[in-house]
């Protein structure tokens, strides 16, 4: 295989730029602890403490994401060390467990938690059952380090599964640092036809000027993803019935299809505050000079170009409609380009002297512009999307936060996004029993342009829908070890697709009530980390989700050579209640209703050792150890069983030099 030769090459390239070539000087990041966006925490925002007069660790690693214009200081996360959860190396576990799987890992997938939603108001294509797998402009990470950091990552799981990844972070010249991410993945599956291969790749720059007034992000993202594509098994049957422990000899429906994404982009983000900004800490004039912030401006540019391509060498097998176009050969092929303009003025939340403000406003105009380019027709998209955000925090425990945007222009115009969050801390932020928020959103959005227009070899459509509407209240509570809450939301003029892979729209509305309990309880040595979700929809049976869904990681800390090691064994379970699946369609690249089977009602158990050892850290894990003695009925998506029993084992080993 080439995959152990590039990661010995890669690894002695890397040893190599590691070592040092000039004596940089100590950089003191800025240390506010902030989730992104997408996970933002239940703590209201902290005053940076960069301002400390104290030595940083040098082995300190951080990072941000490219936001930076709300807070006025970079929202800084300590880089993943941790032990728990070591072995839930899949990208798509990192948040929650509950998904609709294809049987191997990097296949595509569907979340079974749809509602709320958080995208952002736009132009949208409409297909994202990969993106789990792509890097993102959104969640790509910009280190701040002292030292040159160097991570590199090696797993391999069941049938020849290989997983590699390197990253890698310098600072160049005083605040100038560049960085790569660099992800491959080889999983040929135990089925016919259900390899999966992907490349990821990410450049990152930042500079920031040394009294921090003007600040520049950029990336360079490359993914490539190849996914053969089998349509299931022939015969449930011979996998139920274990007639065949050789999995490859079991027919498969699709022999030679393929799924494959090219993508790339280029992003670039550019900040600068419009008040000087002090000279030093002790600079006890500047108010007198700037009695008045003139806030900050922010300008983001940003280039992408993705290409669907579906390509089967037998598009007459029978599984799919007769083919219109060609019936020797599919290639169905599907390019999205946009490019984006984004201006924005703010007051961050800290002013100048790092004191938090009562308010934080917000406002900025965004240009978008689309191409979609489908069997030789070409769609052209051009939006101005204003967009506009305000936070009132007039004392520590009490918070309110709202933002909202509007597309103006072409495909989806009036679309529009609205959100809302109120969150109080009962008692001080030092002292207290939890915190409570409540969230509010409506968005009114035209559905994708996936369910308008299609024309494939195999399906094709071309109609328009009422725009799809969304409203969804939510309440949450967390204290220390525990989160728990609920989401109520009403949907209105639903779009999906039906039982034969064709969109429809639901005329009326329905409701979708979600209950959560999440966990991090430490009792003496043993960690549980549970995640409950109950569901229920109201008002139609167009969206399918299994009533309960459950994930429970159990752990045992065990410290070793005085404290110099953690040995950390486990054992982690999955279940979800049966329910009507949706099936999986990939020519579609898409899932879609269907009542001939039911799935779910089986427990998943794996079994497992993580262990770290200063800056090393090891898992050896046999997932789906209960394959063997329960039957053989595992399906997350009807006709694609999941994968039986199999050893798995990682190492992540960072380098400070």
């Known amino acids: 295989m080439y995959?152990?030769?590039?990661?010995?090459?890669?690894?002695?390239?890397?040893?190599?730029?590691?070592l040092p070539l000039v004596s940089l000087p100590a950089f003191h990041p800025d240390t506010t602890l902030h989730q992104h966006p997408a996970h933002q925490p239940e703590t209201p925002a902290l005053p940076p403490t960069d301002t400390l007069n104290k030595k940083p660790d040098s082995s300190r690693v951080s990072f941000f994401y490219n936001d930076f214009e709300k807070l006025g200081t970079l929202r800084l996360h300590p880089n993943d060390t941790a032990l728990t959860g070591f072995q839930d190396y899949d990208p798509l576990f990192k948040n929650h467990h509950f998904y609709a799987l294809l049987g191997n890992i990097g296949q595509n997938t569907r979340s079974l938690l749809p509602f709320p939603q958080n995208q952002n108001s736009g132009f949208d294509y409409g297909i994202h059952t990969s993106d789990p797998y792509l890097y993102q402009n959104d969640s790509i990470h910009y280190f701040k380090v002292t030292k040159t950091f160097t991570e590199l990552t090696y797993i391999q799981g069941a049938k020849k599964e290989q997983n590699f990844r390197a990253i890698f972070s310098r600072n160049i010249y005083r605040s100038l640092n560049l960085g790569f991410d660099f992800r491959v993945r080889t999983a040929p599956g135990a089925y016919n036809r259900q390899k999966t291969n992907h490349i990821n790749f990410v450049v990152t720059a930042q500079y920031f000027t040394k009294d921090k007034r003007y600040g520049v992000i950029a990336n360079f993202t490359i993914n490539r993803l190849r996914n053969y594509e089998n349509g299931g098994v022939k015969y449930d049957s011979l996998f139920e019935q274990n007639l065949y422990t050789n999995r490859l000899v079991i027919p498969v429906n699709l022999p030679s299809a393929t799924n494959r994404i090219r993508e790339s982009g280029v992003y670039m983000k550019h900040y600068f505050d419009l008040t000087r900004h002090p000279r030093n800490e002790k600079d006890t004039t500047f108010k007198n000079r700037h009695p008045v912030e003139l806030g900050r401006i922010t300008y983001s540019f940003q280039y992408n170009r993705q290409i669907f391509n579906y390509i089967d060498n037998q598009p007459d097998s029978g599984f799919f409609p007769p083919p219109v176009y060609d019936s020797v050969l599919t290639v169905d092929s599907i390019v999205n380009m946009k490019i984006v303009n984004d201006i924005t003025w703010s007051n961050p939340a800290f002013n100048l002297q790092q004191k938090p403000r009562v308010f934080r406003l917000e406002a900025g105009l965004r240009q978008l512009y689309s191409e979609v380019f489908l069997r030789d027709k070409r769609n052209y998209f051009l939006q101005f999307i204003p967009h506009a955000a305000i936070d009132f925090n007039p004392f520590s425990s009490l918070r309110l936060e709202a933002q909202g945007d509007y597309v103006i222009g072409d495909y989806n115009e009036g679309d529009f996004n609205l959100k809302v969050k109120l969150r109080t801390i009962l008692g001080k932020p030092g002292k207290n029993i939890g915190a409570i928020a409540l969230t509010g959103s409506y968005s009114y959005q035209q559905p994708g342009w996936f369910y308008e227009h299609y024309n494939g070899n195999n399906y094709q459509w071309d109609t328009t829908w009422q725009k799809q509407g969304v409203i969804a209240a939510g309440f949450n509570y967390s204290y220390k070890f525990l989160e728990t809450g609920f989401n109520?939301?009403?949907?209105?003029?639903?779009?999906?697709?039906?039982?034969?892979?064709?969109?429809?729209?639901?005329?009326?509305?329905?409701?979708?009530?979600?209950?959560?309990?999440?966990?991090?309880i430490n009792l003496w040595r043993f960690t549980l980390k549970p995640q409950l979700v109950y569901q229920t929809v109201q008002g139609t049976n167009l969206l399918r989700l299994p009533a309960f869904m459950g994930n429970m990681a159990i752990y045992y800390n065990q410290n070793l050579f005085h404290g110099a090691a953690l040995l950390q064994p486990g054992l982690n379970f999955y279940?979800?209640?049966?329910?009507?699946?949706?099936?999986?369609?990939?020519?579609?690249?898409?899932?879609?209703?269907?009542?001939?089977?039911e799935i779910g009602n089986y427990l998943y158990m794996d079994v497992f050792i993580n262990l770290k050892i200063q800056r090393a850290r090891f898992f050896v894990m046999y997932s789906h150890f209960n394959a063997s003695f329960m039957g053989r009925n595992y399906y997350l998506t009807p006709t694609y069983p999941m994968q039986d029993g199999a050893f798995k084992f990682g190492i992540t080993w960072?380098?400070?030099d």
């Not at 990661?7 to 890397?14: A, K, R, V, Y």
């Not at 969109?503 to 409701?511: K, S, W």
């Open 3 to 18: 995959l152990p030769k590039l990661f010995s090459s890669t690894l002695l390239l890397l040893l190599c730029i590691s």
């Open 488 to 520: 109520l939301s009403r949907i209105n003029h639903y779009v999906y697709l039906d039982s034969s892979s064709h969109p429809q729209q639901f005329q009326d509305q329905f409701a979708l009530l979600t209950i959560y309990f999440n966990g991090n």
């Open 575 to 597: 279940y979800n209640t049966s329910y009507y699946a949706d099936q999986y369609n990939p020519a579609l690249r898409s899932f879609h209703l269907q009542d001939q089977r």
């Open 654 to 656: 960072r380098f400070h």
